[in-house]
């Protein structure tokens, strides 16, 4: 909004630089509830017993970040360049897909809570792109009555001068 007034053009990398400065905020916030609560200790305790070893555990932990912010700068991109709506129906199919992953990587049993969360979501990205192509559709049918109709009373306009 105040770069709406300002009459700023919002470009993409206008949008990065806001989420850049709203991470480094939210990090620095989290930071300091960690100091203040010595939660850190617990990190290296956690480290410790983590099956696969203290440095794969660390490993995790730091690409499970750089997973994340690159989820986010996808979701950024697509609000940016299409819809928030599309956004979130993207999101809503990425999330049964990783169970189905989890299933076929890590022999995860296939509950009825998955079976129902893919089943919704999946019902949700059909009826979105339903709806976008019948829109569309509809669309293309308007857009043509009115090229005829302008066409039939540009030949009535020069048939009867």
């Known amino acids: 909004l105040t770069y709406k007034k300002a009459k700023q053009a919002v470009s993409y990398t206008l949008v990065l630089e806001m989420q850049l400065v709203m991470c480094v905020f939210a990090t620095s916030f989290c930071t ?16 410790r017993t983590y099956e696969l070893g203290e440095t ?8 499970s970040a750089i997973v994340w912010q690159c989820f986010f700068l996808g ?21 049964p897909a990783t169970e189905i992953l989890a299933i076929i990587f890590y022999h995860e049993k296939f509950q009825a809570e998955k ?24 669309k293309n049918n308007i857009d043509q009555s009115n090229d005829q109709t302008q ?5 009535a306009n020069y048939a009867n001068p």
Do not use: H
């Open 32 to 47: 300091v509830g960690m100091l203040v609560n010595n939660d850190f200790q617990a990190i290296a305790r956690e480290a």
């Open 56 to 63: 794969k555990y660390y490993i995790v932990v730091v690409w």
């Open 75 to 95: 979701a950024i991109g697509v609000i940016f360049y299409s819809s928030s709506l599309l956004s979130g129906i993207v999101i809503t199919v990425l999330l």
């Open 115 to 138: 079976g129902l969360s893919l089943f919704l979501s999946l019902w949700g990205f059909i009826s979105y792109f339903y709806g976008e192509m019948k829109k569309n559709k509809s």
């Open 151 to 155: 066409a039939t009373e540009t030949e």
